[in-house]
């Protein structure tokens, strides 16, 4: 299949939508005979942060000198960016080859009579046979959903990184934080070490599994601790103190008061890798922070006027996505493009996001699984709100409401967020 043949070939698997187990992606690799295993891996799962988390671990080991690869989905444009090796996306044609080889696999499968693999399992076990194809040593794995009957979840990690717990996917994960820090410590395997921001019953959760797998935890405000030291040409400082693996003062190229939090779990489990790999020091982890990018999180657009764009989807992400608008942009009137899918917590979002006195512009995302601009609008409590009839219109619109001194912000959806930065950067 060329590049074209293998979207289509995916576009039909994903009518199957998200179907989670692990048998079919167990039977998958091991017709291709176990590519999962030809690498050492970094897990990670949390409900807000693992992409950040997995962007910055990626790019320690890089900065390290270490050849790896870096699997994460959504993607914001286009499917390649979900496979990155030493920073660097598959190329479109390797990404075909990929995928074709592993559907052949997949038609063997069919005819031994087991169920069609869903979308994301093909692409698991695609990203995998790449990875094992060019050699790279490590990969950095971020869990699609959940954790626990994730197809990622095949794999035995080095370290298991858990960067927070809350309320997510309850439809498939459980309607209580318990449920949710369940499949979340689903990850956990024996003997491999935890690094986690987890709290509360959560936290509790995690360590009793730790425990009953024999795996070391290390935790924030226990073992772990950092500090926001203040915010400086476009990058925010940060020190973090993990005990007797290290510490180390930092600048951090991802803004927002939850990066400091997931730099820390980053910058521990580096510090744990580095117990046993001499390659990676607080030298390649400082330069890796200080140039890290991970689009469309809290990303900061200069003009006139400027413009946030974040991927925040559930309401514990738009609580810090206020919470950033508020600390960087103090004071500042905010106009919202806001488009949320409809199995989301629309209401919990915009109650964790907006506030009477900001002005929202509401748009649809590219999905079919994406409310109306009229549905989340009759939701909105706000100043002012209107509903636009295509994302560009509603980007214009919002940024014709602000003015040229104002900020705009685009929020709500991974889905929203890759069409606005085409459109943004395109103007």
């Not at 039977?27 to 409900?47: A, I, Y």
């Not at 990155?84 to 559907?103: C, D, L, M, P, R």
């Not at 950092?226 to 005990?243: H, P, W, Y």
């Not at 600048?251 to 510090?271: K, R, Y």
Request: charged share 20%; net charge negative; hydrophobic share 40%.
């Amino acid at each position: 299949m060329n590049y074209e043949q293998t979207l289509a070939y995916l576009e039909n698997l994903s009518k199957f939508g998200i179907n989670l187990g692990m048998a079919r992606i167990e039977r998958l690799l091991e017709l291709m005979q176990h590519p999962e295993r030809r690498f050492k891996s970094l897990h990670v799962t949390g409900t807000n942060g693992k992409g950040s988390t997995t962007a910055m671990l990626s790019a320690i080991l890089s900065a390290s000198g270490i050849k790896n690869g870096m699997y994460t989905s959504p993607h914001l444009h286009d499917y390649p960016e979900r496979m990155v090796v030493n920073g660097q996306e598959i190329t479109k044609e390797e990404f075909a080859q990929a995928v074709t080889y592993t559907s052949h696999f997949v038609e063997q499968m069919l005819k031994d009579g087991f169920e069609q693999p869903t979308e994301f399992e093909v692409l698991t076990a695609a990203a995998f046979y790449y990875f094992a194809a060019v050699g790279v040593e490590y990969a950095v794995i971020e869990v699609g959903l959940g954790g626990l009957l994730d197809s990622t979840n095949v794999i035995i990690p080095e370290i298991s990184v858990i960067t927070n717990v809350t309320l997510e996917h309850t439809d498939r994960c459980g309607s209580t934080i318990a449920d949710v820090a369940r499949h979340k410590a689903g990850i956990i395997k024996e003997g491999v070490p935890v690094v986690t921001a987890a709290r509360g019953e959560a936290l509790a959760i995690i360590k009793r599994t730790a425990k009953e797998k024999h795996a070391a935890v290390y935790v924030k405000e226990e073992q772990f601790f950092s500090e926001f030291k203040g915010l400086t040409d476009g990058k925010q400082r940060v020190a973090i103190n993990a005990g007797s693996l290290g510490q180390l003062e930092s600048d951090l190229n991802i803004i927002g008061c939850h990066q400091v939090e997931n730099s820390a779990v980053a910058v521990t489990t580096a510090l744990l890798m580095a117990t046993n790999d001499q390659r990676v020091i607080p030298e390649t982890i400082k330069s890796a922070l200080s140039t890290v990018k991970w689009p469309g999180r809290f990303e900061i657009v200069p003009g006139e006027p400027v413009i946030i764009i974040d991927g925040a989807h559930n309401p514990d992400g738009a609580r810090v996505l206020r919470q950033n608008l508020d600390q960087v942009f103090p004071g500042k009137q905010i106009t919202f493009a806001l488009g949320i899918l409809r199995d989301k917590d629309v209401s919990g979002i915009i109650r964790e996001l907006i506030r009477t006195s900001d002005t929202v512009v509401t748009v649809q995302p590219l999905s079919y699984r994406a409310a109306t601009p009229e549905e989340i609008a009759q939701e909105i409590e706000a100043r002012h709100v209107e509903a636009a009839a295509s994302i560009e219109q509603g980007i214009d619109r919002a940024k014709e409401l602000a003015g040229p001194n104002g900020i705009v912000c685009v929020a709500g959806s991974l889905y929203l967020i890759g069409e606005a930065r085409q459109i943004i950067f395109r103007k």
